[in-house]
């Protein structure tokens, strides 16, 4: 199986003359804050300006051991993950609020692509790149193709690739294939979204790595990132993480196993 490290869009450019032609487009097109599109100064951060530092919100700890969401106490597993049984560890970089939905839109839906990379310097400068040691590849969500078409890109993709030039952590690629276009999990309840995800993912395999990490843009409630780890572990992956840009946190937690969650922001799928 293909894995291409830091080799986004095909380019096979080396890092040096990149990093030249960088400072150049830095230059023409000066680079904006990612929140209120400011232009930012020359020496100063390269993704948000000193105005909107702290509007996305970042998470601190204590967090749960399997949403990333913040938790009251470490070590912990919040009620909703404890009562759903995920299995998957995920890390999150900020609480999914307004700020970030409308940044993460932005990223998804309005061509802004380039964010990847403002997200990816934000993901090491919160987690170090120690988070990535020994993880043999990340394996972004894929997306349905015709969705992909679409869209022109896939976001989770984008934001692998932008990891990869950083910490040189390979992309593992047609590995991870969805090949059920399913409705948005967003709104379904636990039953409808278990019986949406039936048949949606494919392994083309065989990859024989061992530690691999998910990436996607929100965690929201697991079940799609669940469903990819355990086909990543049935292909022989021993260890499965997930890192997603925000978390999504439920504005209450229901009794009833049956009913859909409530976030803080709505979730844009
Ligand atoms: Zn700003
Ligand atoms: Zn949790």
Redesign the pocket.
Known sequence: METRPGKRHGLGINKKLRELIGAALDWVYPPR?M????ILPVNGPKQ??G??EGLLTPIVLPVCIKCGAPAETEEAECAICRRRKRVLSNTALFVYGDVAREVIHRFKYNGCRGYADGFAKLAIDGLGEGFFAGTDAMVPVPMFPKKRRRRGYNQAEELAWALSEITGVPVLIDYLKRVKETRPQAGLTPAERANNLIGAFALGGPAELKSLLLIDDIYTTGATLDACADLLRQGGAEQVRSLTLAVAVRREASRKPEDAEVYDAPIVT
């Open positions: 804050c929140v209120c599109a400011d948000i300006c105005g909107c």
